[in-house]
């Protein structure tokens, strides 16, 4: 079991961070059986040399354990990973030291799904070998139990039960809604906003993100753009990237409301709690709910959006929470406080990745597609042994083993860092 | 100017962090002059490779830069190293990264200090050639406006101006209060305690800090043992270091509450704003409050501790938060909030950087002693070259130019990992 060095794959878009060169710190997991498991975790490019560097660290607590030894004890090799008596000092449970933690844990997960010839969203079906209780006794309770304790996830996943096949049934005939990010990036043209609109409203998709942030005649006519473009009964978001302070947020939002976005996204700090409470009190009479999480450390900090009425949509991301473990604490707790999950997704492989957890999401605990949809970024799915499938605006339920989280051999040797020939010719440019 | 690598130090007893390594990672920023800056951030032993490489990361950020240019705009300065389009994906302004920013940025006011030739606490001093509008310059207000804005925090400068000279001249006759951790670390005996109790009341100490969490019975003998050693005037705080969920964090100090400590010192997890501000509401009527910061992440969060009347003690961190720079924007936010500072030290070196933090405050900020101390742990001072000096339980105002981050070059080369003769013998044994 060891780490296998960065990956840098493709360049986007974004406002807040201004300079993306898309990447990811890539572990594969290897058994004496041959049997192996890939995970990685997301980044922005300068940097994954550091995460990398701490899934270095962590492997020592890894290598050497048996799949079985690992899975029947998942809270506790949880805890083992992410409280480290010396390492937690690092975080606990948030930057660095959580993305390898992310990534190493994705790559067991994988690992798990493989050996049990699952896709992961089946695995954690009770039907497919588990059941409630071994869900729960993947979770860490520490620190939410004033928001969830066990009994009462247990009980959550114990009535949703009931209906759990018609709703399996449904998602493998249908798939999982999503909404489209392609559309709209800053730095887009009209025209090519236009053509880009064109093309998705023709292969189905009614929900579109539009980034917004950088200035704010510029985000008026491009929300005005879209709005004309899909027309008053299609769904249009917003996602500002962190860029504002609170009292900025809005006022800036407040001058978008008449082009009726869903929801703002990102409007600030990820880390503000509060300041997010206080933009969702003033938007709500305009109807417009406030989404985060791509940028949330853990689920101690979901919990307390989720107290305060902080968030309207929960955004989970596969990569920078503690892998399937720590995202089922978040949709359970989202659950309770009925608050719909529409997953973070982009990157490198997050939309392969996150379609597990919203389907096992609407599977297994909400039971419920109301105000719900995953995000999807049409780019880099070719690096993947098993990309997504999208048919018709949706997610169709992945169906090889495993989390859907190993890329191809090729994509790999090419994009290493710093020996691929991709670095090689950079470095010749 | 290059990353030093780390160095390990020493070994000490903590709850939640069960068998520390104390460590840094120690950064050294050459001048063309000939003139250093030295800097760290502190770490609990494993890991600490993974903050040298956080900090090789952002010497690009630093390197040809002269120091004129940075402190002629250190907000833009703060914001390049906190903020790089890349690397803030890792946090941002979080965990490893700004562990890494916090050791660079320290380095930086070291040299910065030794240039002007003043300790740091002084060259934040408008007397020194700063004035206020200077010291507001070095700080980013970015997602605290809606707390503190730069002119609130102009207004608290010049206004604490009155009485500053005063203040200062008190200082460097009396120096500033401390209270002590060194006596009642868990894992001590009876008999222990009460020497280490008795000498400490000799040497002056009037305030003690007593380590609970990992066995009520054993909290409550040891709490009483320390009461009856100092009498009911004295002072006793306890520290949990993380141990609880909330509810137990409650019922827990609940039951020590006859031994009158003046606060519970992170009950729960570091994140946990809300969790804390549920703990402080119930604790409130027995009189004890809460105290929390040493793993408190950034600004935005003690901004929503204040805001959430979460704490009722501030506890800054030198090389946690981004250096004197984001410090600064805690003191002033505590300030307006009426919350007393008393900071964490103890660590390797903490004691050292903390100093001038609390002074500046005193001096410049809050102009008042009340409720306020500052940590003090016997160790590890003796491998600095300018060490703290303690007198009479009082901090004694540092007088040699810099911020005292400075090791002796013979502790650097024996401790170095991993080529320092207390690793090679290490690894012998």
Sequence with gaps: RKPRGESRLSRSHRTAHTDPDYSTAYVVVHTDSGLQGFGFTFTLGKGTEIVVCAVRALAGLVVGKSLQEIVSDFRGFYRLLSSDGQMRWLGPEKGVIHLATAAVLNAVWDLWARAEAFPSFRLTLPDSGSDPKQIVS??????????LTEEEALDILVKAQEGKQQREDQMLKEGYPAYTTSCAWIGYSDEQLKQLCTDALKSGWTKFKVKVGADLEDDTRRCRLIRQMIGPDKTLMIDANQRWDVSEAIGWVSSLAEFKPLWIEEPTCPDDILGHAAISKALAPLGIGVATGEQCQNRVMFKQFLQASALQFVQIDSCRLGSVNENLAVLLMAHKFKVPVCPHAGGVGLCELVQHLILFDYICVSGSLSNRMCEYVD?????FTS???????HYMPPKDPGYSCEMLESSVKKHQYPEGDVWKQ????
Tied chains: 1, 2.
């Design 379 to 383: 780019h880099l799915h070719e690096h």
């Design 387 to 393: 990309p997504v499938v999208i048919h018709d605006a």
């Design 426 to 429: 950079h470095k010749n440019n």
């Design 138 to 147: 993947c979770v860490d309770f520490r620190y939410i139990t004033d928001a």
